[in-house]
Nanobody, 121 residues
Framework: QVQLVEYGGGLVQPGGSLRLSCAASGSIFSIDTMGWYRQAPGKQRELVATISSGGYTNYADSVKGRFTISRDNAKNTVYLQMNSLKPEDTADYYC???????????????WGQGTQVTVSS
């Protein structure tokens, strides 16, 4: 059993910062790509950022230069540092990870429960 738990959402004023965390736990053998998606009310889910096991990162154009994704492999945790937040960043943020639970076992995709981020004055 694998579980992803997110922390760090909340209400912040425009221009402010938040840091999201997502910790994976359970029967983990290895973790490949980790990342964050978001979904605003009435909108499609949007990929925010991804990070490979080797640290290669990829960002949506809408967050480049403002958000930074990182990971701590020893803690099986991925982070999303969000700076210069805008009202349009308001959404539910979900982390995901591609995890293998054993040798020779395929990687499966696991998701967190989501954390709400609201950017408003």
């Amino acid at each position: 059993q694998v579980q992803l738990v997110e922390y760090g959402g909340g209400l912040v004023q425009p221009g402010g910062s938040l840091r999201l965390s997502c910790a994976a736990s359970g029967s983990i053998f290895s973790i490949d790509t980790m990342g964050w998606y978001r979904q605003a009310p009435g909108k499609q889910r949007e990929l925010v950022a991804t990070i490979s096991s080797g640290g290669y990162t990829n960002y949506a154009d809408s967050v480049k230069g403002r958000f930074t994704i990182s990971r701590d492999n020893a803690k099986n945790t991925v982070y999303l540092q969000m700076n210069s937040l805008k009202p349009e960043d308001t959404a539910d943020y979900y982390c995901y990870a591609h995890i293998s639970t054993g040798v020779m076992r395929p990687r499966n995709e696991y998701w967190g429960q989501g954390t709400q981020v609201t950017v408003s004055s």
